[in-house]
T-cell receptor, first 117, second 120 residues
Framework: KAGVTQTPRYLIKTRGQQVTLSCSPI?????VSWYQQTPGQGLQFLFE???????NKGNFPGRFSGRQFSNSRSEMNVSTLELGDSALYLC??????FGGGRNNEQFFGPGTRLTVL | AQKITQTQPGMFVQEKEAVTLDCTYD???????LFWYKQPSSGEMIFLIY??????QNATEGRYSLNFQKARKSANLVISASQLGDSAMYFC?????????????????FGQGTTLQVKP
């Protein structure tokens, strides 16, 4: 079974530009979450999608947005990039939002390393 | 407020020995899940082990076991027979509302991580 895939793996952008990152979950997984990892702030939750609906959102500005498609693939978009957006962006998938046991295990992709110059 | 605390920024262990990585958590939710992840220098987060708050037995996955003490709100990871490839950053994380859902369902709260170095 293929794992979570993220594209692209590396990205270099300049301030003011926008960027779209893509995540394909494990086959059969319906929940996709996004996280930002920086040396200063650690791992922070961005948002979660389930059945094409955003179920939960972290404390990030409106420049950060996302969506999920009917095949559970997800994209996140960052507009008007700032230097502080440089980070590793991780996507995770799980079977469901809740239900206990294996439903809750979140599996991460390799991440997209975004550098903003 | 939900919070995960990992008090050991860095640890060393001799190859083939066991090591315990500490994790304490804070939540008012009754149904929650606790996770441990390994992050090598490549950056990928590797799922290691999961413990549900209602699980009666401590979780084990190969060389990994989770020492879950609910009353103390601790979920320590024990790695037995350490290997050089175990050198990495380790994160403890929590997810609330796992049985019935809540406003925090799906959101993983992470600790700051512990860097483990295995010495030959």
């Amino acid at each position: 079974k293929a794992g979570v895939t993220q594209t692209p793996r590396y990205l270099i952008k300049t301030r003011g530009q926008q960027v779209t990152l893509s995540c394909s979950p494990i086959s059969g997984h319906r929940s996709v979450s996004w996280y930002q990892q920086t040396p200063g702030q650690g791992l922070q939750f961005l948002f979660e999608y389930f059945s094409e609906t955003q179920r939960n959102k972290g404390n990030f500005p409106g420049r950060f947005s996302g969506r999920q498609f009917s095949n559970s693939r997800s994209e996140m978009n960052v507009s008007t990039l700032e230097l502080g957006d440089s980070a590793l962006y991780l996507c995770a998938s799980s079977l469901s939002l809740f239900g206990g046991g294996r439903n809750n295990e979140q599996f991460f992709g390799p991440g997209t390393r975004l550098t903003v110059l | 407020a939900q919070k995960i605390t990992q008090t050991q920024p860095g640890m060393f262990v001799q190859e083939k020995e066991a090591v315990t990585l500490d994790c304490t958590y804070d939540t008012s939710d009754q149904s929650y899940g606790l996770f441990w992840y390994k992050q090598p220098s490549s950056g990928e987060m590797i799922f290691l082990i999961y413990q549900g708050s209602y699980d009666e037995q401590n979780a084990t996955e190969g060389r990994y076991s989770l020492n879950f003490q609910k009353a103390r709100k601790s979920a320590n990871l024990v790695i037995s027979a350490s290997q050089l490839g175990d050198s990495a950053m380790y994160f403890c994380a929590m997810r609330e509302g796992i049985l019935l859902g809540s406003s925090n369902t799906g959101k993983l709260i992470f600790g700051q991580g512990t860097t483990l170095q295995v010495k030959p």
